[in-house]
């Protein structure tokens, strides 16, 4: 597919779909572990020798109705214990009540934070169960080590770090957000291939209140526009939906607009609707280098992006925005700013508007799909204190 703007009418843009392996990537290992394979390599390390043999059977199934997610985390975390068990000359398994509230005194002394020790404790309790040494429980249970965890919720609090919300940005007066929003990022987004994915992903993740792995996985087949130009997008499988019984989706019209742009220019109509963009400048070579072209040449990849690339597109065009003056933030504090966005920046920044406008967190959660009322008011905490009863009725009352 080529085609030569009208804007660019002394350039030659060329579009051409390749196989990943054209793209330049990080170099990895030859043969890249699966999670479940670096989950049970890490276990095979700290089980003892003497342990009595486990179902092989049952350890598959426990494995396969675990989400990818949480066996990375799992592996992760024993790492972490068994890196300390070494340090300090203990068993890593079974697990000691007195060792495990050791190790949380010492992450707590790392400064890590209350939920990243309540996680790891957790792990152990799961590892214990997979393994069959949790008995009537796992030792992860016990009354000390609730204690240890609870003890350190009391001291440090229990409020976690949010990431930075990306807010609409307008039509929302008076609650309009400071700092970075969505309507600073697409104004940022160029009008190439980069540029019209970029804007694409945003707006529908903004309305669709994606998380990344939801987000990644979209395809043109999971979206049904309708008649007023807005459409309703499938969700297949999601963090909460481990049965993938599926969801929907509402995008606005805007974001169907920006979809249809991308999709067009890169003419797929399989696959993952967010992909990997290469791009190679160069002038074309010609006999007169006066008159030479200059040539761009876009390579599409096949494989969605990671989260990582998905992390990187945000804070790539939230840079250009504030480059662009469409964001106003001190100099000195751009890059926190930055660093602060990720990959759920977008889904924060929705859950955070829609209780701005008023609406319930019954609501907001089902929408989002949150897991609970709860777990969207913690994302949206100050905000809903201006629709909740009290602002109602005093705002009547008291003007």
């Known amino acids: 597919m080529t085609e030569k703007p009208a804007s660019l009418s002394a350039a030659e843009i060329i579009v051409v779909r390749t196989d990943d392996t054209a793209l330049p990537t990080r170099s990895r290992k030859a043969n890249a572990e699966t999670v479940d394979m670096r989950l049970l390599r890490t276990i095979g390390g700290i089980v003892p020798t003497d342990l009595p043999p486990i179902s092989q059977l049952g350890l598959e199934t426990t494995l396969a109705a675990m989400a990818d997610a949480s066996k990375a985390a799992i592996a992760a975390d024993l790492d972490c214990w068994r890196q300390w068990c070494a340090e300090e000359g203990r068993s890593p398994l079974p697990a000691d009540p007195e060792d495990m509230v050791r190790y949380v005194n010492a992450l707590d002394a790392k400064g890590k934070k209350p939920a990243t020790l309540a996680r790891r404790i957790a792990s152990l309790g799961s590892v214990h169960r997979m393994m069959g040494l949790a008995g009537d429980a796992p030792p992860t249970d016990a009354p000390m080590v609730r204690a240890a965890l609870k003890a350190v919720r009391r001291r440090r609090g229990a409020l976690q770090r949010q990431a930075a919300p990306l807010r ?19 104004e940022a987004c160029g009008g190439d291939l980069q540029g019209l994915r970029d804007a694409a992903l945003l707006s529908l993740g903004y309305d669709a209140g994606l998380r990344v792995s939801e987000l990644t996985m979209v395809e043109a087949r999971h979206i049904d526009p309708q008649d007023d130009g807005s459409a309703t997008l499938f969700i297949p499988f999601s963090k909460t939906d481990q049965e993938q019984e599926g969801a929907w989706a509402w995008l606005s019209a805007e974001t169907m607009r920006r979809v249809g742009a991308w999709l067009e220019a890169i003419g797929v109509e399989e696959g993952p609707l967010f992909r990997r963009v290469g791009v190679d400048r160069r002038r074309a070579r010609e006999a007169e280098p006066e008159t030479a072209l200059a040539r761009t040449t876009y390579s599409i990849g096949t494989a969605p992006l990671t ?40 889904r924060v920044g929705l859950t955070q508007d829609l209780f701005a406008a008023g609406e319930d967190g019954v609501g907001i959660a089902q929408a989002l799909r ?15 204190v201006r629709s909740n009863v009290a602002a109602r009725v005093l705002s009547r009352l008291r003007g």
């Open 168 to 186: 609409l940005g307008k039509a929302l007066e008076p609650y309009a957000p400071k700092g970075f929003t969505l309507a600073a990022l697409l």
């Open 307 to 346: 989260r990582q690339g998905v992390n990187g597109i945000y804070r790539r065009v939230a840079l250009a925005a504030y480059d662009k003056g469409l964001v106003k933030l001190p100099a000195g504090k751009m890059h926190d700013a930055i660093q602060a966005l990720s990959t759920h920046s977008l």
């Open 370 to 384: 949150w897991s609970s009322p709860t777990t969207a008011l913690r994302y949206g905490r100050k905000l809903a």
